[in-house]
């Protein structure tokens, strides 16, 4: 969505969504056809059109072909969530309509506003002075503080998730999601599977998570270093917000060289905080002390994404991933599930 990554141009609809333009036209409010459509490159999710029109320009997010997990690629889930959290305080893209008919395009989807803006999918930020870098890290650490302080109520998200026991859970849903999705034995989740259920800490309490909070989530303002807008909510539900928020402080942890990760970078040379004082910014903006089981969740971190880079993995083997480059994501599942397992060794019991 941002200017390296869009075509304006774009090509019509393929022919079996011509179903498409007379339902943008009953469901969008001031919808005008002909509609161009590209494809956005990158993600491993759910694919993501960008729709012109002489309208305007919108995206429009599916799900993704073939034979899914249960509860994945939830994109109900996605669409609700961003139009509740509309005048918030946390930046969205506006909503517009969801379709649950497969007679349409194949699959459910829903239709939002594009927002422009720059996307990095580099942590280390290349091209931008230290400041700058500094003031993203600062806005994206203002962001998902101010998430986490939303009443779910509020916004009626009241329902959205199971109050309690959201870790336990957690660690259910992705130990059956690693298990089913499975291409090769990986011996540090199954250690994992086991460690994790009898060292969870008490729930900090219940906030809406976002479930994948990362920079290359997220769509800052074309010449400000400025969150605009955060995407990606399919993972999205009510839970513990130090979960949420040690998920995205995990890039601390792995090197560039597994995964997206500053592990091992010169931070201070780029100007980007190190991970202490990244969390302590957070802990003072969300009224906070210290974290004292930090680095429990930083191995159910780092388990969760080698479970959900797994799924990636299966999906690439089936065929039916959304990215050419699911295969080689699908490869750094064993490296951060054993860091994980390390970590979890070092905290005992």
Not at 258 to 284: K, N, Q, S, T
Request: aromatic share 10%.
């Amino acid at each position: 969505m941002s200017g390296s990554d869009q075509n304006p141009a774009g090509s019509p609809a393929p022919a079996e969504w011509a179903n498409l333009e007379p339902w943008l036209a009953a469901h969008v409010a001031g919808f005008r056809g002909p509609a161009r459509l590209h494809r956005f490159e990158g993600g491993q999710s759910n694919p993501t059109y960008r729709l012109d029109s002489p309208s305007g320009a919108y995206v429009l997010r599916r799900k993704p072909p073939g034979t899914l997990l249960p509860s994945a690629h939830a994109v109900d889930r996605e669409f609700r969530v961003m139009s509740a959290l509309r005048g918030s305080g946390v930046p969205v893209p506006r909503t517009h309509a969801y379709c649950d008919d497969p007679a349409v395009i194949g699959a459910a989807f829903y239709v939002m506003d594009l927002v422009e803006g720059r996307i990095f999918w580099d942590q280390k930020l290349p091209g931008l002075t230290r400041e700058e870098r500094g003031a993203i890290y600062d806005s994206m650490n203002e962001t998902i503080a101010r998430l986490h302080q939303v009443d779910p109520a509020a916004v009626g998200l009241g329902d959205y998730g199971r109050p309690g026991n959201f870790l336990e859970r957690q660690i259910a849903r992705w130990s059956k999601q690693y298990q089913a999705s499975q291409t090769d034995e990986i011996a540090a989740m199954d250690r994992l599977i086991e460690w994790l259920p009898r060292n969870v800490p008490a729930q900090s309490g219940t906030a809406i998570v976002h479930g994948d909070y990362r920079l290359d989530n997220l769509i800052f303002h074309p010449v400000e270093p400025r969150v605009v807008a955060v995407l990606d909510w399919e993972l999205s539900t009510l839970g513990d917000p130090l979960g949420d928020f040690a998920y995205h402080a995990m890039a601390w942890r792995i090197s560039p060289g597994v995964f997206r990760g500053l592990g091992g970078v010169d931070l201070a040379g780029l100007g980007i905080p190190d991970e202490a004082a990244y969390v302590a910014r957070y802990c003072e903006r969300t009224g906070r002390g210290e974290i004292p089981a930090w680095d429990f969740y930083m191995a159910y971190s780092m388990f969760r994404i080698a479970a959900i880079i797994q799924g990636i993995a299966k999906r690439a083997v089936e065929g039916n991933a959304a990215s050419a480059q699911a295969a080689e994501v699908g490869r750094a599942a064993r490296p951060i599930a054993e860091q994980a397992w390390e970590l979890a060794r070092q905290i005992g019991s």
